[in-house]
């Protein structure tokens, strides 16, 4: 057996509750390493094309890396995938928390959930023995009491990943919650689960994880946590996590706010990493073998709500915070807090209130779609109510349900132009019409509009924040490294916020596992993976490509308003621009389609162009 | 010297566990730990830290004497034990521990290489 592996893959049928353990296969492990490529590889090969994503012949993922569970600092993260029901795509999504560890250390690389149960349930895996269990009481319960309730019965060691209610009711954001606060949160695969009636995912594991040289990966996973330790910005980030972003997004002008009209939010001193220490924070929270524990754990009291919540995040903060215009950390704890225990993700919740409150404003929608709701950015109750109803379909709720693009369609009236989506995933919250490279980042990410491929910011402030030129080549530079992280099943931040050198990622991965891999031979692998997913899109998409990759019309036609990059606007010409460099970098047709040489070159002669 | 315990510092992350079981087990196996951390959620929100304070309970209630402290160790007699985890039942900071691969429970040795890992101090050295 592999060093660094689980050794096993689980496949459970919820239609006929058939249970197979089969170990992780060598060639799998060689050309697609862990987490992220095992899904990929999974997806395209055992779904039938044009599968129904929320049909019974769907796949629900969860796999980890090679690295996960092991001495290296944040190896607790995992990757949950399948195919999107919010962008009928390649869908995927990161958590850290203490599910990760748990899934190795049962022995287990990855789990793979087809079929649809007849009945509610929730799934034990104990170590090798695994049951299927009437969910009963737990279905159309919140996140939280789910999982306290599953925790307390079955014992605080067992590790839960469930959804709320809007996976249950097929809500295209639903997440999958773990650990109180951590989100397998974006592309809707807690629909996924919540089609095949899975409730939760229960799981405990006191097997040792293997690995080929213990002393080796022991040296340099010390040498890593040091470089955390010795880091100038080691304590900020301990003392603020993610949110100690909010300050420097507004003061560059990358903070979305009012739906992405301005990157500027003026109350934003009132949401900020220090005000929200000040205000709300309980404890720092982190996932497994964490330094940094970003995680901020907080409780969020006013005369109308008492509540506790791990976040906000810097992602949280901007969509819920920033985009709906809350002003107040409170209010924005709770918004996290709701979307949280129903089972939506923050960033695509924020983002489609955000549209929602646009279109009312401009009438698009009234008070007779709404149910008398009147809809004004600041207004906490206009976010409180939407959450709700996204998560229980209720009357507009029903068509926000679908996605920000979807609901576009269905209103009409130009309000795709502002539906700030690409490939039907909501933007993440770096607003980037004056950064071009971060631009071309959510244009080209492999699931729509997300930051975690590439985050690109800080280069288009050192290389020209209105220049597109040369931008391409950093970006896809950074979709292989970024993914890396999530191919090996551990946390990028180490590396990007305290410098710790992806060799040193490289040196424990060979230490874990024996297999002679350097650096290149890693980032070559990640091509390889970023290539099969263009090629899942490619498949699943009717007509995809190049105009898949187009943001919207928000960006190339209206200006941006307040802040420091007051005026701001990337011209089409620049976008195409950037779109033809990088299709030519990446050797694609000027559609965006891999060419038969390029996936022979990968190694991935075996899928068929269409 | 002993080690002290800070949870309001602790943030769950596990290391201490982890390293426990790599430098007494060597393997990767945090259930292997003689330390314990437990979540306390949704509400407070805060983390038990359960670890050995040498108070000697577990001397006092072991009924075949297994159990002894050496220079402000605690050591279990392997062929003294007879795994009847009165020493866990008894244990007023849960911090004897057993797992199913082993015949008895093991306890904090203070080799101290989770206060050096830990990295938000919340464990630390005291007289």
Redesign the interface.
Known sequence: MTGGYGGSILRINLTDKKVVKEPTPDDLIRDYIGARGFIIRTLFKELAPGTDPLGPDAKFIMAAGPLT???VPSSGKIQTGGKSPLTGGYGEANSGG?FP?ELK?AGYDMIILDGQSEKPCYIVIDDDEVKIEDAGELWGKGS?AVE?TLKKNLG??FQIASIGPAGEKLVKIACITH??GRQAGRTGLGAVLGSKKVKAICLR???????HD?EGL?KVGRRM?EQ??TNPAFELW?TYGTSAVVNWANRIGAFPTRNFRGGYFEQFTNISGPRMRKDIV????????????C?K?S?AKTDKYDV?VEGPEYETTAMIGGDCALGNIKDVAYGNHLCDDYGIDTISGGSIIAFAIECFEKGIITEKDTGGLVLKFGDPESVFSLIKMIAMREGIGDVLAEGSKAAAEHFGADSIKFAMQVKGLEQSGYESRRAPAMLLSYMTSDIGAQHRPSWAVTHDIATGRDSAEGKAGKVIELQHTRPLFDTLGVCRLPWIEMQVPVADYAEAYRKATGIDYSEQDLISISERIWNLTRMFWVREVPGFGRASDIPPARVYEEKLTGGSTDGGILEREKIEAMLDDYYNLRGWTNDGIPTEQKLKELGLDWVNLP | MKIGRDE????????CQ??C??DH????????AAIGI??K???????KISLCTQCEKCIEVCPTDAITNEAGIIKIDADKCNYCLVCVDECPFGAVFT??DFEKPFICDVCGECVE?C??KALYWKE
């Open positions: 569970g092991l001495f203490h560890e250390l939280f306290e605080e060691d650990d109180f594991g006191t097997k040792a994880i293997p690995v213990l022991m946590y955390c330790f301990q309980v404890i720092n929270k982190a996932c497994y073998s964490c330094a940094m524990c995680g754990y409780h506790y | 309001l510092r602790c943030t769950g992350c596990k290391t982890l390293i079981s790599l087990f060597k393997e990767h196996n945090p259930k292997k437990t979540g959620f949704p509400a407070p929100g805060k983390y797992h199913r890992i990295p938000t």
